[in-house]
């Protein structure tokens, strides 16, 4: 069986040469090759349609890629919001669980906090008035002054308006 090596199909070669056979040669014109082949617009002596289309299709492609690169961006620049969010989150968590540790460690070096709940429960009762007047003539002796004058002081503060 003979490979057809010609750019023309089978049924345009055979129309022609049965036209020759029968003697219909002059009544026939021979078949032009390839359809519309020479109609102006597909003419394959003036533009080479795969090369046209290869164009076409990489500029559809680049269309299609540059659609979809948008996107693709803004989801990358949220991801890495994200992350950025999530790691400062993560800094500060351990920053928290840091400080909650060393109050826990300060507690349980203070007998559990108990002189904190002592200070806390005069800071709330009536004796609250004779905690701070001590506190002030205790600083007050600290710093070389007449401890008269720190309570005096502490009494004007107390009613001050």
């Not at 102006?40 to 080479?48: F, I, T």
């Not at 795969?50 to 290869?54: A, D, F, K, L, P």
């Not at 060393?102 to 906090?113: C, F, I, M, V, W």
């Given at each position: 069986m003979a490979i057809n090596r010609t750019p023309y199909s089978v049924a345009q070669e055979a129309l022609g040469m049965s036209s020759m056979q029968r003697g219909l040669g002059g009544m026939t014109s021979p078949v032009r090759p390839g359809p519309n082949a020479y109609d102006?617009?597909?003419?394959?002596?003036?533009?080479?349609y795969?090369?046209?289309?290869?164009q076409r299709l990489a500029q559809q492609d680049m269309r299609q890629n540059i659609g979809t690169a948008a996107p693709q961006a803004a989801a990358d620049a949220m991801g890495k919001v994200r992350s950025?969010?999530?790691?400062?989150?993560?800094?500060?968590?351990?920053?928290?669980?840091?400080a909650s540790q060393?109050?826990?460690?300060?507690?349980?070096?203070?007998?559990?906090?108990t002189e904190l709940m002592r200070l806390n429960s005069v800071m709330q009762s009536p004796e609250r008035a004779n905690f701070l007047?001590?506190?002030a003539v205790a600083k007050a002796m600290s710093a070389g002054m007449n401890p008269d004058?720190?309570?005096e002081v502490f009494t004007k503060n107390l009613y001050n308006v």
């Open positions: 102006g617009l597909s003419n394959p002596a003036v533009q080479n795969q090369e046209y289309q290869n950025q969010t999530a790691m400062q989150s993560d800094a500060n968590s351990r920053a928290q669980s840091f060393r109050l826990s460690e300060a507690l349980y070096a203070n007998d559990s906090g007047h001590g506190a004058l720190a309570g």
